[in-house]
């Protein structure tokens, strides 16, 4: 397991604070899930109909991580800070490229992500810390460069973060896939990855 | 893999989060995966008087898919799942909590699920048959016209 330094973005002072990102969630990650993320998600979600609850609120982590567990290919990361697990990711380097440019070549797949609930600004304002999501997309093209697929990554993003992904991010937005909801599914090219990994 | 980048990409960077909430992925519809076969299609009849059973419980107790889900411990989207999708394939502890709630062994169940082999003789040709029998031929009541209504009316609403 290789844990690296990363920042985030207090909600409260705004200020820069160090954090880390594990490239294997471990059982002390879902230990924190089960004990922190759980419970506020619960609370959130408590007298809301299924329209009114986040799209991942049903998200069983613990089910996810034990299913790739020893699979060759799934990875399964994690962002901590101040002793808190602040986002979970699962990808895989098992998925082929759609878009014609790339169109089967192998990329990284982010098969599930999501930040903790308090980093959310519809659940908590100001969230705790920002960040979660912008690192975890750097995480899966270091991934993709760090595997050989030269940064390409594939995901279907969750409705509220399309135009983060296509407007922010520089993925190419590729329609809805019934194969999976009707969720929009988005690709990010090589130099796509190369731009997001040096952008000023 | 190991990220190695300064301070500075993060404080350039993280502000491009805006209010946005990021997420990704859900697992694909088991009915667009799943391959058929002669056995999937003996699966489906179960899964159907499965589905059926869990509905008309329910339904008899005048519950909603969100009680019964709270009640077993349940997402009510596994509730809804094996409902209306004979595809899927539900989670073996899903089943077990169900039974609980059911106050049944949970051996039929599963057999019914497709997660055990079925040993239980003529469990097949019955559950075709309560399968058959359970569906509802009763006029709509008036809540159920309501959200018919409501919902035919969204559905007009929508453009190509």
């Not at chain 1, 690709?187 to 990994?197: M, N, S």
């Not at chain 2, 960077?13 to 009915?31: K, L, Q, V, Y």
Request: glycine share 6%; proline share 6%.
């Amino acid at each position: 397991m290789t844990e690296s330094k990363i920042y985030l973005r207090d909600g409260r002072t705004k200020a820069l604070v160090e954090a880390s990102l594990f490239d294997e969630a471990t059982s002390d990650h879902l230990a924190l899930w089960d004990r922190d993320w759980v419970p506020a998600m619960q609370a959130f979600c408590a007298g809301k109909s299924l329209s009114e609850k986040p799209e991942d609120s049903h998200w069983d982590w613990r089910r996810k991580s034990r299913a790739a567990t020893g699979l060759l290919g799934y990875h399964t990361l994690a962002i901590v800070c101040a002793d808190d697990l602040q986002g979970l990711m699962m990808a895989n380097d098992i998925s082929s490229a759609r878009l014609p440019q790339q169109f089967g070549k192998p990329l990284i797949y982010v098969d599930f992500l999501a930040t903790a609930p308090w980093n959310r600004p519809q659940i908590q304002d100001p969230p705790r810390y920002r960040g979660v999501g912008q690192v975890f997309l750097l995480a899966a093209i270091e991934l993709s460069m760090s595997v050989g697929f030269k940064g390409r990554v594939g995901l279907h993003s969750l409705p509220d973060a399309e135009a983060f992904y296509e407007n922010k991010c520089g993925f190419t937005r590729l329609g809805s896939d019934s194969s999976h909801q009707g969720l929009i599914y988005f690709e990010i090219t090589d130099k796509q990855a190369d731009a997001f990994r040096q952008r000023n | 893999m190991k990220l190695d980048y300064l301070k500075e990409w993060f404080e350039r960077n993280i502000e491009r989060e805006g209010t946005f909430e990021i997420g990704a992925g859900i697992p694909p519809t088991p009915s667009a995966v799943a391959p058929v076969s002669s056995q999937n299609v003996e699966l489906l009849d179960t899964r159907i008087a499965f589905g059926q059973f869990v509905a008309l419980w329910r339904r008899n107790k005048g519950w909603n898919a969100e009680r019964l889900a709270s009640a077993a411990g349940i997402d009510p989207e596994e509730v809804l799942q094996i409902e209306y999708d004979p595809h899927a394939l539900p989670e073996p502890d899903a089943v077990y909590k169900l039974a609980k709630v059911f106050e049944l062994s949970p051996r039929p169940l599963l057999e019914l699920a497709g997660l055990v082999v079925g040993r239980t003789p003529h469990l097949r040709e019955e559950a075709i048959r309560f399968a058959a029998r359970s569906e509802s031929i009763k006029a709509l009541t008036e809540t159920e016209r309501q959200a018919f209504e409501a919902f035919v009316a969204t559905l007009a609403e929508l453009k190509d």
